[in-house]
């Protein structure tokens, strides 16, 4: 089992940042592939971005260039930073692990955290 738990999310105005970090727990954290997910009301969980084991990144276009995903095996933690925030990136975030391989789709992750709200405001 894999412990997720997510922090960071909050209220900001448009073209603000946010910080959100994801603290793993519970089995060997460098085996994990980690991504971040977002859900809007009303709209399916779609992919933010991921990180695999060689720190390779991948985002979605809608955040290219805007956030930054990163991991730190060392303190079992993954971030996103995210900047030049929009209205339509208001959702809830998650954080999850997909053991050594990452993925595209949000069903093919076994461990999530329980979300953390990011609203921003126009």
Sequence with gaps: QVQLVESGGGW????GS???SCAASGRTFSNYAMGWFRQAPGKERELVALINLREITYYADSVKG????S?????NVVNLQMNSLKPEDTAVYYCAARLYNSDTDYRKYAYWGQGTQVTVSS
Excluded: W, Y
């Design 18 to 20: 946010l910080r959100l």
């Design 66 to 69: 805007r956030f930054t995903i």
């Design 12 to 15: 900001v105005q448009t073209g």
């Design 71 to 75: 991991r730190d095996n060392a303190k």
